[in-house]
């Protein structure tokens, strides 16, 4: 709306800005007088004075107060209308809510089962490493190294020996893939059917292991060498196991078994909710 | 329901004005001087078709070209002009038009405004647009005139310094380039201005941002993004003109300066560019695959914090195009990352549309038609795009024909596609008149058939090590049998084109009359006359949630409760 | 059956939105932020790189007086808004030709220094990448505050003959945005180019 | 690596070269007449080959499944005819099911970004071995010339030119070429596909890249950065030889131009008609830098950058006016009458 105009106030006919011809002459003359300089200086010249007539016109249109034009109104009656006026709904059980509020599967459950899943994967591994290798470093190292690739060939003993950017780089990585995982098992927990800790905890592990274990090859074949499934898997079912635990925790209350699967996924439609509220309905 | 008039019903003179025959100087001259917001959006639309059509010859001049080894259609010199002048015009005069015809033209509608937030500054805009792409083509005839194509722009869209020096780019053929791109730069912001003026100071009562529909939202994100983006390409031709018309030494290798830095400022202009560029293609899938799938728009927060966030990754992984130039390791693995990155926001994207036509009831009028194949080619593009982001295979494809097929699947199969169906979906908002869906289903089938003839076949030249930029390749390549596919493609292309054309035309005068909502929608620009009366809307709209029309149209199951 | 007004029963609630003049100019300063880092980027980057002097070690003088010049300008122009904004019309008025007094007294600086820099010093624009650099951001920067000046010397003239009315003070604090911008880029031009730089 | 990812990898390949069949030719191990990158001699070519299966497994996976998807939405929620013309129901958005295709993406982007940034580690900051074979390639409008330093025979530099030669490496013994990428004037790019990844030439920023060809013969590929008006007839060729007969090449280049008295005309139109200008022939006068060396120009199989076979008409005719062959090549037409040409194509002849 222009700014004489206040909202819902009517007139006969409207002001409009004025068409004018002041645009385009300034318009020209900027073109014309970059144009000189692949052309004659006497174009640049003839722009520069279009410009000027141009950037004079324009600002006596505005000032001191714009110039308008009046347009007459023709009012119409727009109907606003559709043939389509039934709305299928969802159908959903009676007695169930039906626009689930967020806070039900509260996306911070997701961050707080990832690191505490996080936190439960160090044991197994720091115990792997004094087992198998005498050295906590090297399951640290291990993790680190996949992302230090310029780590070339390193020996047993290499990995085995504490280095700080290891541990950096071991740190960032670990973190961000509990937070990320634990946010993936927040929201997917609530969608699976039973058993959501069988199937998050231990299953989904499982299966990430194997999909790892295959990629690993290709990631980082020489740290693929060095790496023991076997603990590997355990410390990720430990995350599993604690991260689905945990999130679980956060909504038992809240997820009912018998809830169909649209509204475990936190589907948000109106159709739900005009099945609640049976009397609006036409 | 209760039948709410307009309360001045009766206090206002109902005749409609005196119908009178204009002459065609005064129409003529309505449409220069005119600073209605509307017509300014058609004539960037007709100025973009008008390219469009310049730049589809090109490149159907450079397909003859290549369409056999060793052809001696047209010379290297006019084949480098041809090239460069290509991708100049389909990128500057073509598509940023494009953002402006759709962001004028729909926003003040969508928004409940009576016109744009400035005006004569958007006239203003839109000539500097036009008159900098008219000058660009003077460089046909200037210089020694027609006969080698007088002094068109011949080093390439990227313009890499030093090859744009005086010592090697003699002439003026640079200096067009440059100064006309400085020209339509200007255009470029103050209608980048003018949208998010518009957008943030013009919006109707009740519509809070969260409550514009996401079209707008998208076209806001652009006007905005539009201001940093094209501004590094003006300062460093702005550098360019410093080193070839006062001798400075930016870019001279000679003296010190630096090659690389030229492609630095490129592409910190270059990439966002693209995502200038395809952001109103996904304003208009958002629009027409909720229109056309009977559903609202899946996830509305998240599409416009994607939109947010692609905007915002996109300006740090300009250096992506440049993996070959000699950078750092640690330099190569960032903007791995970073462009990986932008994959995510434009996954939602895709996902969020999906689930959009998820459990909705799709019609396959010619606009969805279009907007299904963008949703395919979209995908494709995106994933040939994380495989050129994976720098050490970027080595081998960078500058090779599956870059040029990547990014045709964006340029023409997002892009273009989605023009087309913005353009069957507004034709009858803007004209009155539907446009004819026995064309249209012919163009979209042609169009598509002829597309992935071109682009899908291209990529496979690449694998061959068929660079870009070539105006002739040996015979012992075995790259010949695919470029022959590859510009019969282009020729089937350019017949679907023509049939749009005549589409266009034909539908403006004999189409069958639209009415004020033929697609049956959901946002404002729907709730006045087709075509808009000057004003738009005889009284201030008022609206309560981002699908007004939904809300009027459902009185017992409106969006507003749910908001 | 409906027609606009879209909803009939909306409660009557203010709805304020920003003014569009500012709007605007906020996008014209994100604009121009844009191609003033470019410039001082590549200047940054060029730093030690000519192969060839004067050096800015030996011909640059930090123009102190100029800078004190153009960021006190900022504060005299604020005061002219306050004094618009109070309907304060000739207060408004001293302030705002002092603003342009100190502006020009900036520009007559940095014409001195490149007098001296081009007949004395023997720098232009093409004799190395300092000169090419040095001459691009600081002329840019000057280019704005000529148009500044041009923009305020105007309106100043309209003050003069008494069409500035209080109702125009949100116009004129437009431009003091602009006017704000410039002298807040000369902050980064001058650690730049002197400080850093040099 | 797993059998099951082999698999995987074999029908990927398949699925590639069928498609590439189309085009009329079947993938076989060492040089080929189609640069191909799915066709690699060489350990960094090799090491993107594998790289780049990985990738395409990842995409077609994603294409698959998102593909798939689109097919059954338009397919299953089709506007069907007979339709109740009643609205589907609405709904606005699931914050669980958007988290997830959120998250999974990342995941899929960790994992591609750790394997991306190994290989690029891996392959450009590959420590090189004493053995190495340094060279320095230099880029010009538009032809290439490679210099070997301190090449042991006669303690200098010698330069070939187009025509790249290298020892044939082992994974025994590897004698990588290790090469130095300059620009006398624009930017080019170093692409030979089957060898290695395109690294550019650029003014004013040295450049280095790294081959070690595992099979013998001539390998092709061309400028990939646009450089001018013959950009695209700045063609690569790159000769891997065995180790005796790339000492035995090594020894010739070594040597100063012949000079056979029966020919002193054509160097006297060679040294009088500017040609000596742009072109050197080392031992005599003629030191120019601007064009290729010609010292050894009969060794080469072509001319031109690889546009034409070095045969005594080409010659002669590139000599007359090189545009007619290469438009817009910076050689100019030297206006000679037949004789010269004749003398001077004489002379060329015997620089062996």
């Known amino acids: 709306m222009n700014e004489q105009q206040k909202p819902g106030s009517h007139t006969e006919t409207i002001h409009l800005p004025a068409p004018t011809a002041w645009p385009i002459v300034l318009a020209f003359g900027s073109t014309l007088l970059f144009a000189g300089l692949v052309t004659s200086p006497w174009i640049s010249v003839l722009g520069g004075i279009l410009m000027v007539c141009g950037a004079v016109g324009w600002f006596r249109l505005v000032l001191p107060h714009e110039v308008h034009e009046d347009i007459p109104v023709v009012v119409e009656h727009i109907p606003i209308e559709t043939t389509r006026r039934e709305v299928e709904r969802i159908v959903i059980p009676e007695g169930d809510r039906a626009h689930l509020p967020v806070e039900t599967y509260p996306i911070i459950s997701g961050i707080k089962g990832g690191l505490a899943g996080g936190v439960a994967m160090i044991p197994p591994a720091l115990l792997y490493g004094l087992i198998a290798q005498h050295s906590i470093w090297y399951p640290v190292n291990l993790l680190g190294g996949a992302g230090v690739a310029n780590w070339r060939n390193p020996t047993t003993a290499d990995i085995a020996a504490f280095h700080w950017q290891g541990l950096l780089v071991a740190n960032v990585i670990h973190w961000t893939a509990c937070v990320l995982v634990g946010l993936l098992y927040g929201a997917m927990l609530p969608m699976l059917p039973r058993r959501p800790i069988l199937l998050g905890g231990v299953i989904a592990p499982v299966l990430w292991t194997g999909m790892l274990h295959s990629v690993m090859g290709v990631v980082n074949p020489v740290l693929d060498e060095h790496i023991a499934w076997g603990w590997f898997l355990i410390s990720q079912v430990c995350f599993g196991v604690v991260a689905g635990v945990v999130v679980a925790r956060q909504e038992r209350i809240r997820t009912t078994q018998s809830l169909p699967f649209l509204m475990r996924m936190g589907i948000e439609t109106p159709g739900l909710v005009q099945e609640h509220k049976e009397d609006d309905r036409k | 329901m209760a039948d709410q008039t307009l309360p001045i019903h009766g206090a206002l003179d109902l005749t409609p004005p005196r119908e009178r025959e204009h002459t065609l100087l005064e129409t003529l001259h309505s449409w220069v001087t005119t600073v209605d917001h509307k017509k300014l959006g058609l004539m960037y639309m007709m100025m973009s078709i008008f390219f469009l059509l310049v730049g589809g010859a090109e490149a159907i001049f450079i397909r003859i070209q290549l369409a056999v080894p060793n052809n001696h259609f ?470 309560r949630s981002w699908r007004p029309l939904w809300d009027l149209k459902h009185p017992e199951n409106p969006d507003w409760k749910y908001d | 059956m409906n027609a606009i007004p879209l909803v009939a029963t909306s409660p009557e609630q203010e709805w304020h939105l920003p003014y569009k003049g500012r709007i605007g100019m906020y996008g014209l300063i994100i604009a121009e932020s844009a191609i003033f880092t470019i410039f001082v980027i590549a200047y940054i980057y060029y730093i030690g790189k000519s192969l060839y002097g004067p050096t800015p070690q030996q011909v640059l003088d930090v123009p102190i007086v100029n800078t004190i010049c153009l960021l006190s300008s900022s504060i005299t122009i604020f005061l002219s808004e306050r004094a618009i904004e109070r309907n304060n019309l000739k207060t408004f008025g001293l302030w705002w030709a002092a603003t342009i007094a100190l502006g020009a007294i900036f520009l007559i600086g940095t014409g001195i220094e490149w007098h001296k820099l081009i007949y004395h010093d023997g720098l232009t624009i093409s004799t190395n990448l300092f000169g090419t650099t040095f001459y691009s951001l600081v002329g840019l920067h000057a280019t704005h505050v000529v148009v500044g000046l041009i923009m305020l010397t105007i309106v100043l003239l309209f003050t003069l003959t008494g069409h500035v009315k209080h109702e125009h003070s949100e116009r004129v604090q437009v431009l003091a945005l602009y006017w704000h911008f410039v002298d807040a880029v000369w902050v980064v031009v001058f650690t730049v180019v002197y400080i850093v730089g040099r | 690596m797993l059998p099951k990812w082999l698999r995987v990898e074999r029908i990927a390949r398949l699925a590639v070269f069928s498609a590439l069949a189309l085009s009329g030719h079947a993938m076989a191990e060492g040089p080929q007449a189609t640069p191909s990158i799915f066709a690699p001699a060489s350990t960094p070519a090799t090491q993107i080959y594998h790289l780049s299966f990985f990738i395409l497994e990842i995409t077609a996976a994603i294409f698959v499944a998102v593909a798939g998807l689109l097919t059954y939405v338009i397919i299953r929620y089709r506007a069907r005819t007979g339709d109740d013309e009643s609205e589907p129901a609405q709904v606005y958005g699931s914050n669980q099911v958007e988290l997830a295709w959120t998250v999974i993406p990342i995941l899929i982007v960790v994992v591609l970004f750790l394997t991306t940034a190994r290989v690029i580690f891996a392959i450009q900051d590959a420590p090189m071995p004493t053995a190495a074979l340094e060279v320095t390639a230099v880029g010009h409008q538009f032809w290439w010339e490679y210099r070997y330093p301190k090449q042991g025979l006669v303690g200098q530099d010698f330069v070939a030119v187009n025509e790249l030669h290298v020892p044939l490496s082992s994974t025994d013994h590897p004698t990588p070429t290790y090469i130095k990428l300059l620009s006398a004037d624009v930017d080019h790019s170093f692409w030979v596909p089957q060898l290695a990844g395109k690294t550019d030439l650029i003014p004013n920023h040295p450049n280095d890249t790294w081959i070690d060809p595992l099979q013998s013969g001539l390998y092709v590929g061309q400028c990939a950065q646009f450089c001018g008006v013959q950009h695209a007839n700045m063609l690569l060729r790159v000769y891997v030889d065995t180790p005796e007969q790339f000492a035995a090449w090594l020894a010739n280049q070594a040597k100063p131009g012949i000079q056979d008295p029966s020919v002193v005309a054509g160097r006297h139109v060679f040294e009088t008609q500017a040609c000596m200008n742009c072109h050197a022939v080392q031992g005599t006068a003629a030191t120019g830098r601007f064009g290729p060396d010609l010292t050894h120009l009969m060794s080469r199989d072509t001319l031109a950058s690889g546009m034409i076979p070095n045969t005594r008409d080409n010659l002669r005719q590139w000599i007359k006016d090189p545009n007619t062959i290469k438009p817009g090549c910076l050689m100019p037409a030297m206006q000679l009458s037949e004789d010269q040409l004749d003398q001077v194509t004489n002379y060329l002849e015997t620089l062996k």
């Open chain 2, 74 to 543: 047209v010379s290297p010199q006019t084949f480098n002009r041809l090239f460069t002048m290509h991708g100049t015009t389909m990128v500057f005069l073509v598509g940023m038009p494009l953002v402006f015809a759709w962001a004028n033209y729909i926003v003040p509608l969508q928004i409940g405004a009576r016109d744009m937030a400035f005006p004569r500054l958007n006239a203003f805009s839109f000539w500097l647009t036009l008159f900098g792409g008219l000058f660009l083509y003077y460089s046909f005839i200037g210089g020694p005139g027609l006969y080698g194509t007088g002094s068109a722009p011949d080093v390439t869209w990227w313009a890499y310094a030093p090859l744009t020096l005086k010592a090697f780019s003699p002439g003026h053929a640079t200096d067009y380039w440059a100064l006309a791109l400085i020209v339509t730069g200007f255009g470029t912001i103050g209608g980048g201005i003018n949208i998010i003026a518009t957008v943030i100071s013009m919006r109707c009562k009740g519509m809070t941002l969260m409550r514009m529909p996401l079209f707008s939202w998208v076209m806001f994100v652009d006007g905005a993004f539009v201001l940093i983006v094209i501004t590094p390409l003006t300062a460093s031709q702005v550098m360019l003109l410093i080193d070839r018309y006062l001798g400075g030494h930016f870019f001279d290798t000679q003296a010190g300066g630096s090659a690389t830095v030229w492609m630095h400022f490129f592409w910190i202009f270059g990439h966002p560019e693209v995502y200038v560029l395809v952001f109103p293609a996904f304003a208009i899938a958002s629009e027409v695959i909720q229109v056309f799938s009977r559903k609202a728009l899946f996830g509305y927060p998240a599409m416009v914090a994607a939109i947010i966030g692609i905007a915002f990754v996109s300006v740090s992984v300009w250096a992506h195009h440049m993996f070959t130039i000699g950078m750092t390791s640690a330099g190569n693995a960032f903007f791995v990352l970073s462009t990986e990155l932008v994959g995510i926001p434009t996954g939602i994207k895709i996902f969020n549309w999906l689930a959009t036509m998820w459990g909705g009831k799709i019609r396959f009028a010619t606009p969805m038609l279009f907007a299904i194949a963008f949703l395919f080619q979209f995908l494709c593009a995106g994933l040939t795009g994380i495989m050129l982001s994976i720098a050490p295979w970027n080595w081998q494809l960078h500058g090779s024909y599956f870059v040029i097929a990547h990014f045709h699947y964006i340029l023409v199969g997002a892009i273009v596609f989605m023009v087309f169906s913005g353009i069957y979906y507004w034709f009858p908002k803007a004209t009155g008149r539907m446009m004819s869906e026995t064309l249209g289903k012919w163009h979209f089938w042609l169009f598509f058939i002829g597309f992935h003839l071109t682009f899908d076949t291209m990529h496979f030249v690449g694998f061959e090590g068929m660079p870009r930029w070539i105006y002739t390749y040996p015979a012992d390549r075995g790259w010949q049998n695919i470029n022959l596919v590859v510009s019969i493609g282009g020729l089937i292309q350019g017949i679907a084109v023509l049939i749009f054309a005549y589409n266009l035309i034909s539908s403006l005068f004999k189409g069958k009359i639209a009415g004020n909502d033929p697609w049956d929608a959901w946002t404002l620009e729907w709730a006045t006359t087709s075509p808009p009366p000057v004003y738009n809307f005889a009284t201030d709209p008022v609206v």
